[in-house]
C-alpha cells in the first residue's frame, strides 16, 4: 500500500496515475519526487495555473501555498512521501518507482476540510490528474538515460 493512502486511509480524493520508465533510469524515489515536483519538472501551463490558484484562494480565505510544500518528507523503501497539511484540507503524494517493472507511480490522497476545502478542491479535481501526469512525463524525459 502506497504511503499516501496508509497516512490517508480513507480519502475524500485519491488518484493513481502510473506510467512506465526506461530500462537504466534511476530508481530512487526522493530523485522522482524532488524532479516531478522541481520548477523546471512543472509544464508552463500547469504553472501558470498554480499562479492562478494562488491568487484565487485568497479569496475563500485559503492561504497561498508555501515555496516548499512539496517537499519530501520521508522515504521508506520505493517510495518518498509528500506530505502537506492546512486549514482546508490535507494532502499526502507517494511518488514510488518498481524498479523491476519500470514504472513509476505516483499516488495521490486528499481529505478536505471544511467548507473551503471542498470549494477549493472543486476545480483541483478535474485538473489535478492531468498536471500530475504532464509533471511525471516531463520528469521521465529529464531522468531517463539518453
Given at each position: ?8 486511509p480513507v ?53 497561498p501555498?508555501?515555496?516548499?510544500i512539496f ?31 519500470k ?38 524525459r ?5
Amino acid at each position: 500500500m502506497s504511503l499516501a493512502l496508509a497516512s490517508i486511509p480513507v480519502p475524500d480524493y485519491a488518484d493513481v496515475i502510473v506510467l512506465p520508465v526506461p530500462a537504466g533510469s534511476p530508481v530512487e524515489p526522493r530523485l522522482w519526487a524532488e524532479t516531478i515536483f522541481s520548477g523546471a519538472g512543472v509544464p508552463l501551463w500547469a504553472k501558470w495555473l498554480m499562479g492562478i490558484r494562488q491568487t484565487v484562494v485568497t479569496l475563500i480565505g485559503v492561504k497561498p501555498s508555501p515555496k516548499d510544500i512539496f517537499a519530501v518528507a520521508r522515504v521508506v523503501g520505493e517510495e518518498a512521501l509528500i506530505s502537506a497539511d492546512d486549514k482546508h484540507l490535507d494532502f499526502r503524494c507517494g511518488v514510488a518507482m518498481d524498479a523491476s517493472g519500470k514504472l513509476l507511480r505516483v499516488t495521490t490522497a486528499v481529505r478536505l476540510k471544511g467548507w473551503r476545502g471542498r470549494l477549493y478542491f472543486l476545480p483541483v479535481r478535474v485538473l489535478h490528474p492531468l498536471v500530475v501526469h504532464a509533471m511525471m512525463t516531463r520528469a521521465i524525459r529529464v531522468l531517463a538515460p539518453r
